[in-house]
């Protein structure tokens, strides 16, 4: 039962969980291949996975999760830090004592009849500047084997944390003990809503998860730790921890740029990430589509490192239209959870580009058929498999210096008033750029309105550590740290602008190759753009749409300021900044203050 690592404090930590959690056994992860699939074997074995048709999908396992248990759970996720001003308006906030003898309470026992996998992990390439390290304590196999994708787990990650080396401590449980001979459940986890937690204790670098084995609920490196626990030691420390995909760009000339960008969900970040440019002798490499660490380096420049080893993707969509680099990787080697198993052993879902098969099994493990009123895939079905697969990796990927960071994208869907694309006057016009961003919302909820624009600054809303209030200001104080030549140029891009009949006035897609290329060439000094109001935006003639059918009409429109557009926005904005009261940075209200009096 118990484990001696060279590491005290990991030991005296696994004996604490242990002791509340009584688990039947302790199993520590080494990071093998070999234990990846004895435990994908043991799970299917015991019926509780599919092994896909490997001559179809070598390498592929498809999983169902509980009806209960199918995303990420916000009204259940808790920042608990000292003091509750320091959560801020955005986050829900219990006090740390009370929310640990909650869940305590529950913790007791709740592995009774399982093994408990302790599995050590990196957050980027081993030994990285950059990187960081974290011990997950899981009483679920299927969390052990996506790790193992998602991250760099195993013997090497306890050789570089050494004897008292720092790391952040993560506790998931599916929260169902097992009796004696009790059958295991197909997806053990506590099906009410409003009894699982996935908690944060910032202060102590700590994540308390439990009741859930989906996704980030369960895979605790992704948002808990690569967001919303990194963030508070990017603050602390000096760096930033940002929900953001990394591409590398390369001109026909040879020359390479490396792009960062944020975008809230149903906004293409994937598709961006992977693009295939639609313009002659561009190339477009991955190097994370996801999440991006960005600390400065010895030049004074902004260096990034995709801290994850995977990828976890929305499969519904997921076609050779939409994303033919990610269709093409998870072909292979991939975990599917809630995507529909065909009679042949193959999957399907809703979006594919492929024919719907005359009967399958859909995500609920029904029968399925082309008539049937339910999709055979559930909306927020995924894949998981490793970045390495990806047909467009870029080399650089694991480079434990990182790669140096020329523009920061930022954007949402606005199908009005946001330009195709705006560069910032400069970095503290970009990071109040960042804090307006946000899309329109199409489905109307209890808390908001359909058309009202749901602000969601730098695509962290929902993954904020802390203030957000506070989190603005350190991008601020970012900037500061830096001579304005060497930090990354930001860009406001809007792909969802509409015309008045409805039709989406720019193609998207691997034509956005064609912005990003101004983009260079901007920061570049070559690109012509006009200085407006609201920043630089490109003159007409400095986008390339040579082969593409967008009128002149249209590009008059994505690249128009429009002031009464931009006047309302303004209000718009002032009610926002209110909800962060003393702690909205008054460098932003400046910025707000100083294009007012420009649009005038």
């Not at 016009?429 to 961003?437: A, E, N, T």
């Amino acid at each position: 039962m118990s484990i001696n690592t060279k590491h005290a404090a990991l030991n005296a930590w696994i004996k604490e969980i242990a002791e509340m959690c009584e688990p039947d056994d302790i199993y520590l992860c080494d990071g093998t291949q070999e234990e990846y699939q004895r435990m994908i074997d043991t799970m299917v074995d015991a019926g509780l996975g599919t092994k896909l048709n490997q001559d179809k999908k070598p390498g592929c396992y498809l999983f169902r999760s509980d009806p209960s248990d199918v995303a990420r759970v916000e009204k259940r996720t808790f920042i608990a830090c000292e003091k509750e001003e320091d959560a801020g308006p955005t986050n829900n906030w219990i006090a740390p004592d009370k929310l640990k003898a909650d869940m305590k309470a529950i913790y007791k026992g709740c592995m009774k009849g399982r093994t408990m996998y302790v599995i050590p992990f990196s957050m980027g390439p081993i030994g990285s500047f950059i990187s960081k390290i974290g011990v997950e304590i899981t009483d679920s196999p299927y969390v052990v084997f996506n790790m193992k994708i998602m991250t760099r787990i195993g013997t090497a990650v306890l050789e570089q944390l050494g004897t008292d080396g720092d790391f952040v401590r993560c506790l998931h449980s599916v929260g169902k003990p097992l009796a004696e001979g009790e059958k295991d459940a197909k997806w053990p986890c506590i099906p009410n809503v409003d009894e699982k937690y996935i908690s944060h204790f910032p202060e102590e670098r700590m994540i308390w998860s439990i009741g859930s084995g989906y996704g980030g609920n369960a895979l605790l490196s992704k948002k808990c730790f690569a967001l919303r626990i990194a963030g508070i030691q990017a603050r602390d420390e000096g760096w930033l921890a940002e929900h953001m995909l990394i591409l590398k760009l390369t001109n026909p000339e040879g020359q390479s740029y490396y792009v960062a960008g944020a975008f809230p969900s149903a906004c293409g970040k994937t598709n961006l990430a992977m693009m295939k440019p639609t313009i002659p002798g561009w190339k477009v490499e991955t190097v994370g589509d996801d999440i991006a660490w960005m600390r400065f380096g010895d030049d004074g420049r902004l260096y990034a490192i995709n801290p994850e080893a995977g990828f976890f993707g929305v499969v519904p969509g997921t076609s050779m239209t939409s994303n033919p680099n990610a269709f093409t990787q998870i072909q292979a080697d991939t975990v599917y959870t809630n995507v529909a198993l065909t009679d042949d052993g193959d999957v399907w879902w809703e979006g594919s580009g492929i024919p719907a098969p005359a009967h399958a099994i859909d995500w609920k493990g029904n029968d399925w058929t082309p008539d049937s009123k339910e999709p055979a895939a559930h909306p927020n079905a995924r894949f998981t498999t490793p970045a390495a697969l990806c047909p467009v990796i870029a080399p650089e990927w694991e480079d434990p210096n990182g790669v140096p960071i020329s523009a920061i994208l930022i954007g949402g869907r606005r199908k009005t008033t946001i330009p195709l694309v705006n560069e910032s006057l400069d970095w503290n016009h970009g990071i109040f750029l960042g804090s307006i961003m946000g899309s329109e919302i199409t489905t109307a909820d209890i808390t908001d309105k359909v058309g009202q624009v749901r602000r969601d600054p730098f695509a962290m809303l929902p993954f904020m550590g802390y203030h957000m209030g506070d989190y603005l200001k350190h991008w601020i104080d970012i900037g500061a740290k830096a001579s304005a030549d060497k930090l990354p140029k930001i860009y406001f891009v809007n792909w969802f602008r509409k015309g008045e009949d409805g039709h989406f006035m720019w193609p998207g897609f691997g034509d956005n190759s064609r912005v990003l290329k101004w983009i260079v060439e901007r920061i570049a000094g070559t690109g012509k753009a006009v200085s407006t109001p609201i920043g630089n935006l490109p003159t007409p003639d400095a986008i390339d749409i040579s082969g593409i059918s967008v009128s002149a009409d249209d590009l008059d429109h994505l690249l128009e300021v429009d002031k009464e557009a931009w006047i309302a926005e303004i209000a718009s904005i002032r009610e926002n900044y209110k909800s962060y009261g003393d702690r909205l940075p008054k460098e932003l209200d400046e910025e707000l203050s100083k294009l007012e009096k420009r649009l005038a």
